[in-house]
């Protein structure tokens, strides 16, 4: 079995910095795409960031020059460093990735969420 478990969220004030895991385990022969999306309760998913297999990242405009996107292909990990948080970055934090199994399956997976909560 193929999964993803993720770790580092929490409570922060703003300003401060988090920095978000995310680590597949099992039978894996290969990792594509890895990215980073956050959820509002009553609010659509949406997209944080995006890194390649070869390193290429992408961001939304609302967290560019303060999130950084980086991954560990030995460690089949993914990694949220996020700076400069603001109230509005306060969401249930996934990690999304694109992974072949050794019996040459892809599967998109999902990981569980993590709270990030920024308050004073």
């Known amino acids: 079995q193929v999964q993803l478990v993720e770790s580092g969220g929490g409570l922060v004030q703003p300003g401060g910095s988090l920095r978000l895991s995310c680590a597949a385990s099992g039978s894996i022969s290969s990792i594509h795409a890895m990215a980073w999306y956050r959820q509002i309760p009553g609010k659509q998913r949406e997209l944080v960031a995006t890194?390649?297999?070869?390193?290429?990242?992408n961001y939304a405009d609302s967290v560019k020059g303060r999130f950084t996107i980086s991954r560990d292909n030995a460690k089949n990990t993914v990694y949220l460093q996020m700076n400069s948080l603001k109230p509005e970055d306060t969401a249930v934090y996934y990690c999304?990735?694109?992974?072949?199994?050794?019996?040459?399956?892809?599967?998109?997976?999902w990981g569980q969420g993590t709270l990030v909560t920024v308050s004073s």
């Open positions: 890194i390649t297999s070869g390193g290429t990242t």
């Open positions: 999304n990735a694109g992974v072949v199994s050794t019996a040459y399956r892809y599967l998109d997976l």
